[in-house]
């Protein structure tokens, strides 16, 4: 077992550096105290992540002596001309904003430092959801882990205790199915559909970035406003007018051509086709894992309440992510679904205390 040195009660902060969001979990005593989200649009330029930084060193001032854990999937962002230099450039970033104190998860190989994570890149490269599944596995031997976010959904069997997924690197992910290229908030309408009904006829869909699935779940009240941080399709607003706006030129049409009412039910036809999608998906990769049938949905990211359903449906137990993880009596408010919103930086900080206590 590698052990990772670590000073008792110095802090721990879990990083998860993602394209469009950095999110963050900071761990004292074995108990998580506070979890952060900061838009972070990184195909832009990587001072997006410096301001992530200097935003979660204003909230945690005590983030100079603390020890860092972090995963990525930024990586994969068109800032980078392949997937190696971008971890590596991450790498660089990073150990430079945040010091020596900082380890990188490559599951089976540990936690390199940024010195040895060069030879580790593959491994480190969008390893996000193991450290979830890990950290699931340490409490629930046979589970399948829902992670649904903005942009992606994970979706990772736990079989003996141990992650069990067909694929390690996203390529082979989205040919198992369990890597499912949609999520609550960033997710082009079109994507979703090519036809659909409205009016009781059904519609070709325009091909054509005009809104996303935040317009959807804005419309449905299920996209907490805290997780709805990135800028719409058109960069208008996010009121309801707006939404139905840009919901109504995905066919063609204009926002005063219905009511209200009617958008809200046209968006629950978008819904259930997000739904069905990921619900084909998950019901292939419990069945191809040999997952038991009574064995537990864990839901975890911004769209847990799609997670919830598919449980609802696969007749399955569902428990949020947050139950994994001891809570601070002075964190604030609302921190037990953020952990659930950021589950794998909350996983990190959890596996690196297990480590530290394992070895002494």
């Known amino acids: 077992m590698q052990c990772i040195e670590h000073n008792t009660g110095a802090p721990l902060i879990g990083w998860d550096v993602g394209g469009a969001h950095v999110k963050a979990s900071l761990l004292v005593d074995g108990a998580i105290h506070d979890v952060a989200q900061w838009p972070a649009p990184l195909w832009q330029g990587l001072e997006h992540l410096d301001a992530a930084i200097d935003a979660a060193r204003a909230r945690w001032p005590d ?11 930024a990586e994969m962002t068109d800032l980078f001309p392949d997937r190696e230099a971008g971890v590596l450039g991450l790498v ?23 010195a040895e994570a060069g030879a580790h890149w593959r491994a480190i490269a969008s390893a996000n959801w193991l450290a979830t599944a890990h950290q699931v596995g340490t409490r629930y ?9 903005s942009t992606t959904t994970d979706l990772i069997p736990i079989v003996g205790g141990q992650p069990r ?25 079109c994507a979703l559909a ?15 970035w005009f809104a996303t699935s935040a317009d959807l779940f804005r419309l ?49 036809r978008w819904r259930e086709a997000m739904v069905d999608e990921i619900a084909r998906h998950a019901t292939r990769v419990a069945h191809d894992s040999g ?24 007749r399955r ?37 297990q480590r530290s206590q394992a070895c002494g």
């Open 141 to 149: 031997p046979d589970a399948l882990l829902v992670d649904i976010g």
């Open 220 to 268: 449905t009240g299920e996209l907490d406003p805290g997780h709805d941080q990135q800028p719409t399709a058109d960069g208008a607003g996010k009121d309801e007018a707006a939404t139905c706006r840009r919901l109504a030129r995905m066919i063609g049409m204009d926002a005063r051509d219905a009511d209200p009412g009617t958008w809200r039910e046209f968006a629950t």
């Open 291 to 314: 997952l038991p049938v009574n064995a537990p949905v864990i839901g975890a990211g911004c769209g847990l309440f799609l997670g919830r359903e598919f449980a609802a449906r696969a």
């Open 165 to 189: 997924p067909r694929g390690r690197c996203d390529a082979d992910r989205l040919a198992s199915g369990e890597l499912v290229y949609l999520g609550v908030v960033r997710t082009p309408l």
């Open 317 to 353: 137990a569902f428990v949020p992510f947050h139950q994994m993880a001891a809570l601070a009596t002075t964190a604030p408010p609302g921190t037990a679904a953020w952990v659930d919103i950021c589950a794998p930086s909350a996983a990190l900080v959890l596996l690196l205390a």
């Open 63 to 73: 983030l100079a002596r603390a020890h860092h854990a972090l995963t990525m999937t």
């Open 194 to 208: 090519r036809q659909i009904s409205f009016d009781g006829r059904i519609r070709n869909v325009m091909n054509e």
């Open 92 to 114: 660089d970033r990073l150990a430079n904003r945040l010091g020596p104190g900082l380890r990188f998860y490559a599951g089976d190989a540990g936690w390199p430092t940024a």
